[in-house]
């Protein structure tokens, strides 16, 4: 094998003008489908049709559903239960009949019968606390899950059901056309759990004076998709693997506690009835305040409200246009602040809504930093088409909705808190909010696909957080952080082209792992002009629709001309990661007199080697016929080559004629599996550095080792492979020539006696 | 004084699973370099979850790599250390030096050396780092001596691991 492989580099570096030796095979060689990290991607991908097509567009016959929700929801603060009545409207965009219709009811993962405990392995916990031993061996369990009063059409007539754990088959008297509409009311209630004892995506959160904080979503049966990727997307809900929800209109009233202050998805259409004359003012003088927040809402107030236990009720009316959820929190606890944002063609609001245990934190940074989100991400995709955002804080919380997300982040007690509290904070603001961008907005399916909206919300997240603060959130982070987890067991290693639920880490492997490898896109591979307008190009052309992994890989190329295949291959839908080491280098020196290499060509040929063509040679420093005062000359001093220059140039291009002096063989080797451009670093003896970046391609007809000439006027001392850690190598032990002797360890200890 | 503990571990124990970013894994490269006969341990653990877990521990905001963080906070990692970590070479336990600790971005990452090692017969390892505060913490231990590389995942229900050369 090894002769073989030589054999084919000779051919590849001297000129096809020469035959190739037939070599001896002594076994039979077995055959192989084509296993070119570079084939590109027919394979994996579906095949374009009239909704997705092969440019990664919408096409000519995409179709999508509307559902729209009119609710009456009360919030029972006394007894920590939500009551509600909806009415949904489904519009049936598709070509086809359609005789049921699924539901999600995704309170019913906290049921006590749900598939989530069932399928949860693993030995017992370290600890159970009184409550939870009582939950979890003594039959007590928590109560969660949706208690359905009816279903009706909208003729009052009972509408046959069947409920599957967290979906719900809604059966039609008629099958529902093409076009056509169909309304039908649910009447539902469930006991609200407290996340902090049981976990979970919203809930409420307990304080010690009876107050709780309310952050409440995914609470009310909401349609599934429909469309023609998963026909109906009812693959049940675990409680990891997000939501696959249509876009349509809101309509929701909410009634609370009287002292109660809430913001939800949409825009409050009696602000008037919930806000006190004076609130109403700040609310409206808000709009006009861009550079600094205003509170609509003063701790002061919220330091009464908090006190008093109202036994009357107000009701909040919400209106929001073409999102895909509704969420809302509600507490006496709230201070609320608000900004305007100006964005290119539009201004929109930012708010925060806050208890007192977030300050200063908060009122210093949240919605200065969802104002900063919304800028940064409006660059990278289109202006923010929703009115408002609001950034909620609730304790442990990190979780987002269309125009609303919940985030954690609070001082200790005294008010004081660390840089990583603040770090953690402005992250986790930046992502929930950026995540109205992606999947709110551009909106792919987050039940099969978490890292269609998690990757990728994470890559832009990194841009918004270096423009808050670049001291904080350095981009020098990205990607080499990734190699931790890329560098890991392969047992414990799926590829990012999984399901969510099938994932070993899930952050590394959704979040981190995807975002890195836009970032190294982005930065490394195809710089950010090429980069931006071809993620633009996707953010438009699939927003408030539902676009797939294809169409993002497609318009990535599409709108680029960059052949990225190689790049989706390797990085998303393998295990594999990076390691490209500089295996060896040779010096050369410029020679009249035929090499070995050269008399062995001239003898496959037949001839004399004085037969041979006029020319010149580079005869390798370790090659037995090497003499030193080779050394000393330059190519130019070889009559045949100054000639050829004094024939073929005029003194003005003379000028301008490089010199070399040495010539250098560098090998690359490439332990890794994946692919990656070659980052060369080259110092020279007189402390000048030179850069040189080989496209990924290089490794096309060689997996293993590459090898490149290059010709300097100076000579190099050292030679460092990847020097900014672009491009996630996990191993930088061959990153070096000459090689580095001393460890990383060693490094540490030695700088440790030293300081 | 009974009651109080438990109010303290039922607030302590988080529920972390749905909340996003978190990655609970440590990392601990133990290589075995036979010219100085030492044994080189660096283990990287989230500083934000053994902050959480060092505070629980003492009672105290030691708030870690901060202008304020508490000063003689060597002492607090070695104590941990020792506790949660634990090595025993050729069938004996070894203690390990403390050489020192750098903050890098999220993580914190120790130095640690046992010396002495003349021949590696066999390696014994407990690492339980932050798994009794952190349900879903994974430890993982990779192993080198010279071109031998060995990974293990340790968990909860298996904080424990051991290798042998011949």
Redesign the interface.
């Not at chain 1, 693993?122 to 600890?127: A, K, Q, T, V």
């Given at each position: 094998m090894k002769k073989l492989l030589v054999a084919i580099l000779l051919t590849i570096f001297s000129t096809s003008l020469f035959a190739q030796e037939v070599e001896q095979k002594t076994a039979p060689q077995k055959a192989h489908y084509n296993i070119s990290k570079f084939k590109q991607l027919q394979q994996e991908l579906p095949t374009p049709n009239n909704e997705h097509r092969a440019s990664g567009a919408p096409g000519h016959e995409y179709t999508q559903q509307q559902v729209d929700y009119k609710m009456n929801i009360v919030l029972d603060d006394e007894n920590q239960k939500i009551f509600g009545e909806e009415t949904i409207t489904y519009h049936n965009n598709s070509k086809d009949n359609l005789t049921y219709l699924w539901v999600q009811l995704d309170q019913n993962m906290r049921a006590p019968n749900s598939l989530t405990s069932e399928i949860k392995g693993?030995?017992?916990?370290?600890?159970y606390?009184?409550s939870k031993f009582a939950k979890t061996f003594m039959g007590k369990p928590f109560q969660g899950g949706f208690n359905i009063e009816f279903i009706k059409d909208i003729n009052g007539k009972e509408v046959s059901y069947m409920i599957n754990k967290t979906m719900m088959r809604v059966n039609l008297a008629k099958p529902l056309a093409s076009g056509e509409n169909y309304a039908f009311s649910i009447k539902w209630w469930y006991n609200i759990n407290d996340y902090?004892?049981?976990?979970?995506?919203s809930g409420y959160e307990p304080f010690p004076d009876g107050n709780k904080l309310y952050v409440i979503a995914q609470f009310f049966p909401r349609l599934a998709v429909y469309n023609n990727i998963e026909g109906w997307q009812n693959l049940q809900f675990l409680?990891?693997s997000e939501f696959a929800l249509e876009f349509g209109n809101y309509d929701v009233s909410i009634t609370t506690p009287k002292d109660h202050i809430l913001n939800a998805t949409g825009v409050i259409q009696n602000p008037k009835d919930v806000f006190t004359p004076a609130q109403y003012k700040r609310y409206e003088q808000a709009k006009n305040s861009f550079e600094n927040p205003v509170f609509i809402v003063t701790p002061e107030e919220a330091l009464e409200a908090e006190k008093g236990r109202s036994k009357e009720t107000k009701i909040w009316h919400f209106y929001a246009e073409n999102v895909r959820d509704f969420g809302f929190a509600s507490s006496r606890k709230f201070i609320w602040d608000a900004m305007a944002v100006k964005l290119n063609e539009k201004t929109v609001m930012a708010y925060s809504l806050y208890p007192k245990e977030g300050n200063p934190l908060w009122e210093e940074h949240s919605t200065r930093a969802v104002a900063n989100t919304l800028k940064t991400y409006s660059e990278f995709t289109f202006d923010y088409p929703y009115p408002q955002a609001t950034s909620i804080n609730a304790r442990?919380?990190?979780?987002e909705y269309p125009m609303i997300c919940w985030n954690?982040g609070r001082p200790?007690e005294d008010g004081?808190y660390?840089?990583?509290t603040k770090k953690?904070m402005l992250?986790?603001i930046t992502?929930?909010v950026g995540h109205n961008f992606f999947p709110m907005i551009v909106n792919s399916d987050e039940r099969t696909w978490t890292w269609m909206d998690?990757g990728i919300n994470s890559f832009v997240e990194i841009y918004a957080e270096y423009k808050y603060d670049p001291e904080l959130f350095p981009l020098t982070?990205y990607p080499k952080?990734i190699t931790?987890?890329m560098s890991?067991?392969q047992s414990?290693l799926a590829p990012i082209m999984s399901q969510g639920e099938d994932l070993f880490?899930f952050?590394?492997n959704a979040?981190?792992k995807p975002a890195a490898g836009l970032f190294i896109l982005r930065e490394t591979v195809m710089g950010h002009k090429l980069f931006d307008q071809a993620f633009k190009t996707y953010a438009e052309r699939w927003k408030f629709k539902h676009p797939t992994p294809a169409d993002f890989f497609r318009t990535m190329e599409d709108a680029s001309a960059m052949d990225l295949d190689w790049f989706w291959r390797g990085w998303f839908y393998t295990t594999g990661a990076n390691d490209i080491g500089i295996k060896e280098v040779k010096k050369y020196y410029v020679t009249d007199k035929p090499t070995e290499r050269a008399e062995k060509m001239a003898k496959r040929y037949g001839i004399t080697v004085d037969k041979l063509p006029p020319a010149l040679y580079l005869i390798s420093e370790d090659s037995a016929s090497f003499t030193d005062d080779l050394k000393s000359k330059k190519p130019e001093d070889y009559n045949l080559l100054s000639n050829y220059i004094n024939d073929n140039f005029s003194s003005e291009e003379k000028t301008t004629l490089k010199a070399p002096k040495y010539f250098y063989e560098l090998v690359f080797e490439k332990p890794g599996d994946l692919v990656m451009p070659i980052i060369v670093e080259i110092e020279y003896k007189d402390g000048t550095k030179e850069r040189k970046q080989y496209p990924a391609e290089i490794w096309r007809l060689n997996d293993a080792e590459v090898t490149k000439v290059f010709p300097s006027s100076k000579a190099i001392t050292k030679i460092t492979i990847d020097p900014d850690e672009q491009t996630a190598d996990i191993n930088l032990s061959n990153n070096s020539w000459p090689k580095k002797t001393e460890?990383?360890?060693?490094k540490?200890?030695k700088d440790?006696i030293k300081g | 004084m009974q009651f109080k503990k438990?109010i303290i571990?039922?607030v302590a124990?988080?529920?972390?699973?749905?909340?996003?970013?978190?990655?609970y894994?440590s990392?601990c490269e133990i290589?075995y370099?036979k010219e100085q006969q030492s044994l080189?341990i660096?283990l990287?653990v989230t500083?934000?979850d053994l902050?959480f877990t060092l505070n629980k521990n003492t009672g105290k905001?030691l708030?870690?790599?901060?202008?304020?963080e508490a000063k003689n906070i060597d002492a607090y990692y070695k104590k941990y250390l020792n506790k949660h970590l634990l090595i025993s070479v050729n069938a004996k336990n070894q203690p390990f030096k403390y050489?020192?600790k750098?903050y890098d971005?999220?993580i914190v990452r120790f130095?640690l050396?046992i010396n002495d090692i003349k021949t590696l017969k066999s390696i014994e390892f407990t690492n339980n780092i932050l798994?009794?505060e952190f349900?879903d913490q994974?430890n993982?231990v990779k192993i080198k001596v010279n071109d031998f590389n060995k990974?293990f995942?340790l968990t909860?229900?298996n904080d424990k691991s051991s290798l042998k050369f011949q």
């Open positions: 693993g030995g017992p916990d370290p600890l606390s009184p902090i004892a049981d976990g979970g995506r409680g990891r442990r919380q990190g979780m954690y200790n004081k660390t840089d990583r953690g992250g986790v992502h929930e998690e982070k952080d931790r987890y890991g067991d414990q880490n952050g590394s979040y981190g460890n990383k360890f060693e540490f200890k440790q | 438990i571990i039922l124990v988080p529920l972390f699973s749905f909340t996003m970013h978190k990655y894994v990392l290589e370099v080189q660096t990287g500083l934000e902050e905001q708030n870690l790599a901060s202008k304020i050489v020192g750098e971005g999220d130095y050396e798994i009794q349900e994974k993982i990974t995942y909860k229900s």
